[in-house]
């Protein structure tokens, strides 16, 4: 299998399919310290990214909105002071998509 981080996102339609369960158990042990939230019925992946004070927070909520222009798929992104909080999900279909996947993973390597 192709590392989630050297795939790219594909354009998304509303009748995309979301991820089936199987797949799903499958994708998320390649992202293992993202949660699954539900919120208001819809699926998104989550995960906050500790920093040691706001500048360096903010550099890497920019990081995250360059990285999301280049593939055109764009997270929920809350910046605190030491805090990062990315949520990715497909507005489009409502739920997961396996571009969230890539997009987790892709967070991740940002971080480092």
């Given at each position: 299998?192709v590392?989630?981080?050297?795939?790219k996102?594909?354009a998304?339609?509303a009748?995309a399919?979301?991820?089936a369960?199987?797949?799903?158990?499958e994708?998320?042990r390649a992202?293992?310290?993202?949660?699954i939230?539900?919120?208001?019925?819809?699926?998104?992946?989550?995960?906050?990214?500790?920093?040691?004070?706001?500048?360096?927070?903010?550099?890497?909520?920019?990081?995250?909105?360059?990285?999301?222009?280049r593939?055109?798929?764009h997270p929920?992104?809350?910046?605190?002071?030491?805090k990062t909080t990315?949520t990715?999900?497909?507005?489009?279909?409502k739920?997961l998509?396996?571009?969230?996947?890539?997009m987790?993973a892709?967070t991740?390597?940002?971080y480092?």
């Amino acid at each position: 299998m192709v590392a989630l981080t050297e795939e790219k996102c594909e354009a998304c339609r509303a009748d995309a399919p979301k991820v089936a369960d199987a797949e799903l158990a499958e994708l998320i042990r390649a992202i293992p310290d993202w949660n699954i939230e539900v919120r208001e019925g819809v699926m998104q992946l989550e995960k906050a990214f500790n920093f040691k004070n706001f500048v360096d927070a903010l550099d890497f909520t920019n990081k995250v909105a360059a990285l999301a222009e280049r593939e055109g798929h764009h997270p929920a992104l809350l910046t605190e002071w030491g805090k990062t909080t990315v949520t990715w999900w497909s507005h489009k279909v409502k739920g997961l998509h396996r571009n969230d996947f890539i997009m987790s993973a892709k967070t991740d390597q940002l971080y480092g």
